[in-house]
């Protein structure tokens, strides 16, 4: 090539050079990244191209750790969605990942909620998966085990054998936090295994004491002191809720469990608008602390039974549970012996898509979940509760649980078709309805006369409540 | 412009016959068709983990397939002493570069052509699939700015096989594909952050000035995710095109410039 | 006649990093005239295929200066009227013949299907258009070779080692080819180290060793020179010594004596001084100097066996 022409294109060069570099500083660069780029946290994508290279070159690990900071931006942003393909990415990437196993299936199991922060049962079953994957994965640390074993204790809340198993295998590995031991302590009681329970208590605290002469450091001490104070507490109310004396072959009337106390549960749904109910109904426990399962469901939802699911019906991890099917679980929270309250699904289309024809309303009460104070009277497994209309023992084996459900149709609850106009309105034929509301202006006083006393019935809302002497109409006060 | 195009076709006649090049498209092909089976990775965002999914196969396929492609196109000339040939004929070596240049654009765009479709397909074909035109031909955007960014990679690669060899090139226009990819955010977030020294900015700027900037292409993110509208959309497209054609001009020219100068 | 080819003082050298600066192709003076065969001939790594790309402008010279058919070397002008066949090319194996041709041709702006057609059949291929290279053997990739350097109807052909790797037939074929392109007034220049074939086609040879012309010139000159043996018995050696029989070389074998003598001089007189000294004749054998002993010699710079320097 001639000189000359070598150095026209030389000017050429330069000429384009500053014309591109001008186009991406003034023109190009800002708008990209106001639209496009994925790190300013208005959008998401599952995962980068260059991410993607990075994962086939082998940078797994590190791929990993990218992608996990990535959905810590997310849970700022509350983009919850975005975070589970990152998740499961992350886990296939890198099983030894515990945290992002253990945070995955908290986020799995918690985050999903509606507008009135109801958790999406429709999930839980893949955080449980996820759970036991990451225990199956590392097995030789405890935590999985343990998320795992608190998940169904507390957020599945009725299957407490599951939880027994899952703290059990957690207290197999050596590496378990000794103030974590306890909590299978309570797993046992709820799951009636009260014996085994004060077992646990007992070798615990032989374990503590060894462990505070060994370290006697402030920690040890302050563990042992609470196995002890556990412990204490379970001999009493072993004692109490006449435990004790059914083992030395004595009657146990006189204690609280005897005779059972009818809660006298009654109870009435309204389909106020399309998708929005207002449950009402009896529950006469005065004392604060219980909450009665309230369940709306496809009548065929997969793997469901009464009061609940399977909900470790598979090991897959499908964070795509049935999208079109509807699951909703709401605690109802009985004050002043009633329960009053609104379910508002109609802003939430994908968690309750009500696509099928029919549905099944249920209520379910498990005395095994009842707090302490509420079990002194209702026992362990409730030998001391009964309901005259809907006490159940087949729904639960072995169980004595309060269980009723109602079928109702798509039509009734969307207001379609010929319930346009008319108030679908399911009630209990021993429910008694109250004029206007006793919130608030309506309350009915009471006075808890005795500690000792048999079953009682529902009063009647409207007469003023004057209990007979010696036949309280409730359990004791806390 | 006869030679440049015969060059081109027997180009492309020869690269979609290569059979690593097919290996590497087969292997983007069949990621595609079992992407929505992979149902782990999609929840309740439906098919946005699909989409995404999707165009970064396309995208990180039509990458290797553009880099595998031009790195060796120079060098097998050479070794199989065809250039000798064409060079002996009244072709210039431009016509011959250039020829080789859009011959791999044209077989880079036929490929990606049929990865697009396969995308098309499915997207229909996928269990609830869409039949949604519009939304595919918005789902088509991506594609076709990747196809800017691989015409722009295949410059960097062809600029380089003008002067090193095909191994040491792979890696170069490989890291500067990478290098090109990552360094918008990383300005961005340079110059969003309060505390970066000015030296540092201005330095960052002068990169981002100079390095063929291949995140502009990288439009996929409103596509997987449409939540916002985005103002003037077709306007950048033209804009970032233009950036493309301009930088590829460069490159070539430049390329020219050594190839020229090169004894083969 | 125009010399088709002219070099003066043409040089390619690299710099190495071992060795310093290396002269590839050293001050070559070439002539090739218009309408022969000209053979180039060399050892592998003479220099020969450096040469060829210098005068087809592949390849800057390092100094001197070449002339291809009148041009410079460089100027494209005179890439319409050459053309080039690199030793043993592999064609873009996914063609076949007939898109072979249509490619070269392109290149120089012909598409003119009858001609491709006229080659095919000239190089015996108009029976294998389906076949694609990589299905050719490899005489036949030569034959499509030489088929593609005709599309132009060059003046000048370069032949890069064109008979290299190929069997007997073939070769005679390709060699059968390469006589015909004098025929029809072409300029052949053949670059090999296969001297039986270059002695049986070239008009003119220029032997190059280590970058430098050892020889050049018209073959039956070069290879004039050729010596007679005459093998003698039943002589002492001092008579034969006291002949003075000129350039005669004399050794002794085991029958007697070899006497080497040249070709320009009279074997009867030295037939008949040694017969007049009581000796006998054994065998007399002519030996006609052979390219190979010229190339020997000059690549060797030793004479070959027999021949003075």
């Known amino acids: 090539m001639k000189r000359s022409g070598a150095s026209t294109l030389l000017a050429v060069i330069a000429v384009l050079l500053i014309a591109q570099g001008a186009l991406q500083r003034a023109v190009v660069f800002p708008f990209w990244s106001k639209n496009y780029n994925s790190s300013g946290g208005k959008v998401n994508s599952a995962m980068d191209p260059q991410q993607m290279l990075f994962a086939l070159l082998g940078f797994r690990e590190l791929l990993a750790g990218i992608l996990w900071v990535r959905a810590d931006a997310f849970f700022d942003t509350g983009n919850y969605d975005a975070i589970l393909p990152l998740i499961r990415l992350v886990t296939i990437l890198d099983p030894q990942e515990i945290d992002v196993y253990a945070t995955g299936m908290w986020h799995i199991g918690y985050n999903f909620t509606d507008e009135e922060q109801r958790s999406d049962r429709r999930y839980i079953p893949s955080a449980l998966a996820l759970g036991k994957e990451g225990a199956e994965k590392n097995p030789d640390t405890y935590e999985m085990f343990f998320e795992t074993g608190w998940m169904w204790w507390h957020k599945v809340d009725d299957d407490y054998d599951k939880s027994v198993h899952w703290f059990k295998e957690s207290q197999k590995r050596a590496d378990i936090l000794p103030a974590r031991k306890d909590i299978l302590v309570q797993a046992l009681q709820r799951d009636g295994k009260v014996e085994e329970a004060l077992d646990t208590l007992f070798r615990l605290q032989d374990d503590g004491i060894a462990r505070r002469e060994r370290d006697p450091s402030h920690g040890a001490d302050q563990t042992l002191n609470t196995v002890v104070s556990n412990l204490d507490s379970t001999l009493v109310r072993m004692v109490q809720r006449g435990l004790i004396a059914e083992e030395q072959g004595r009657p146990i009337t006189g204690y609280d469990v005897s005779p059972p106390f009818d809660v006298g549960f009654s109870a009435k749904v309204t389909v106020l608008e399309p998708m929005v109910l207002r449950v009402e109904g009896t529950w006469n426990v005065l004392p604060v602390g219980t909450r009665v399962r309230f369940i709306l469901r496809d009548i065929d939802y997969p793997h469901a039974i009464p009061g609940g699911m399977v909900w470790d019906f598979s090991d897959d991890v499908n964070l795509d549970p049935p999208r079109d099917k509807t699951y909703m679980m709401d605690q109802l929270f009985v004050k002043n012996r009633r329960f009053n309250r609104k379910v508002d699904m109609s802003k939430d289309p994908t968690m309750y898509p009500f696509t099928s024809d029919k549905y099944l309303l249920e209520f379910y009460y498990n005395p095994r979940s009842a707090p302490a104070h509420i079990q002194d009277k209702f026992g362990w497994n409730g030998e001391g509760m009964t309901d005259k209309n809907y006490l159940n023992t087949d729904v639960r084996k072995g169980q004595k649980v309060v269980y009723c459900s109602f079928e109702v149709t798509r039509d009734q609850l969307l207001r379609h078709g010929e319930w346009q106009d008319k108030v679908p309105l399911i009630k209990t034929p021993n429910f008694v309805e109250r004029k206007g509301s006793y919130q608030g202006k309506d309350e009915v006083t009471l006075d808890i006369p005795s500690l000792r006393g048999g079953g009682a019935t529902a009063p009647s809302p409207k007469t003023p409540v004057t209990p007979k002497p010696g036949r309280p109409l409730t359990m004791p006060g806390n | ?264 | 006649m125009a010399a088709a080819i002219e070099t003066k003082q043409l040089t390619k050298s690299y710099k190495s990093r071992v060795a310093g600066k290396i002269n590839v192709v050293d001050n070559l003076d070439l002539h090739v005239e218009e309408g022969e065969i000209f053979g180039f001939l060399g050892p592998n790594g003479a220099g020969k295929t450096t040469t060829i790309k210098m005068l087809l402008g592949i390849i800057y010279p390092s100094s001197g200066e070449g002339y291809v058919l009148g041009k410079e070397i460089g100027d494209m002008e005179v890439h319409k009227i050459i053309s080039y066949l690199p030793e043993r090319p592999y064609y873009y194996e996914h063609m076949t013949g007939p898109e072979i041709l249509r490619f070269y041709g392109s290149l120089f702006g012909i598409s003119d299907e009858a001609k491709f057609q006229g080659l095919l059949e000239k190089v015996n291929l108009h029976r294998d258009t389906t076949k694609t290279i990589a299905q050719y053997s490899k005489g036949m990739q030569q034959r499509i070779g030489l088929a593609q350097s005709l599309i132009n109807d060059p003046r000048l052909l370069f032949l890069d080692e064109p008979t290299g790797g190929l069997d007997p037939i073939a070769h005679r074929e390709i060699r059968d080819l390469i006589l015909g392109f004098r025929d029809e007034g072409r300029t052949v220049f053949i670059s090999s180290h296969e001297l039986s074939e270059v002695e049986l086609i070239c008009d003119r040879v220029a032997i190059i060793d280590k970058g430098v012309i050892g020889r050049q010139g018209k073959l039956t000159e070069l290879l004039k020179g050729g010596r007679i043996e005459i093998t003698v018995g039943g002589v002492e050696e001092s008579l034969l010594k006291g002949l003075n029989l000129l350039d005669t070389n004399i050794r002794t074998i085991p029958t007697g004596f070899l006497l080497d003598v040249p070709e320009e001089q009279d074997p009867n007189s030295v037939i008949d001084a040694v017969r007049a000294k009581g000796g006998k004749i054994v065998s007399v054998v002519p030996r006609k100097k052979r390219l190979e002993d010229l190339f020997v010699e000059t690549v060797t710079n030793k004479p070959a066996i027999g021949v003075p320097s």
């Open chain 2, 1 to 264: 412009m006869r030679p440049i195009l015969s060059i081109a076709t027997t180009t492309v006649g020869e690269a979609i016959r290569r059979r690593v090049l097919l290996i590497i498209l087969l292997i983007g092909l069949l990621f595609m068709f079992v992407a929505p089976g992979l149902g782990v990775l999609s929840a309740r965002s439906e098919t946005t983990v699909l989409r995404g999914m999707m165009l970064g196969i396309i995208q990180l396929t039509s990458a290797v397939i553009a880099i595998v492609l031009t790195v060796y196109m120079i060098p097998n000339e050479i070794e199989r002493r065809t250039i000798y040939t064409i060079l002996s004929k009244p072709v210039q070596r431009w016509q011959f570069l250039l020829g080789k240049y859009l011959g791999a654009v044209l077989a880079l765009g036929l490929m990606m052509a049929l990865m697009s479709v396969v995308l098309i397909v499915v997207f229909i074909l996928q269990p609830g699939g869409t039949r949604d035109f519009a939304l595919i031909a918005d789902l088509l955007k991506a594609p076709a700015m990747y196809f800017v960014q691989m015409s722009l990679l295949a410059a960097v690669a062809i600029f380089f096989s003008t002067f090193v060899a095909p191994l040491v090139n792979f890696f170069l226009a490989g890291g500067m594909f990478l290098l090109g990819s990552l360094f918008n955010p990383f300005f961005q977030t340079l110059q969003e952050n309060p505390n970066t020294p000015a030296g540092a900015k201005l330095f960052a700027g002068l990169v981002n000035t100079i390095l063929p900037n291949f995140a502009n292409y990288n439009v996929q993110n409103p596509i997987i995710n449409p939540t916002q509208v985005i103002q003037n959309e077709g306007r950048y497209y033209i804009e970032v095109t233009m950036y493309g054609v301009i930088y590829i001009g460069i490159l070539l020219v430049i390329g020219i410039l050594v190839f020229d100068r090169r004894e083969v």
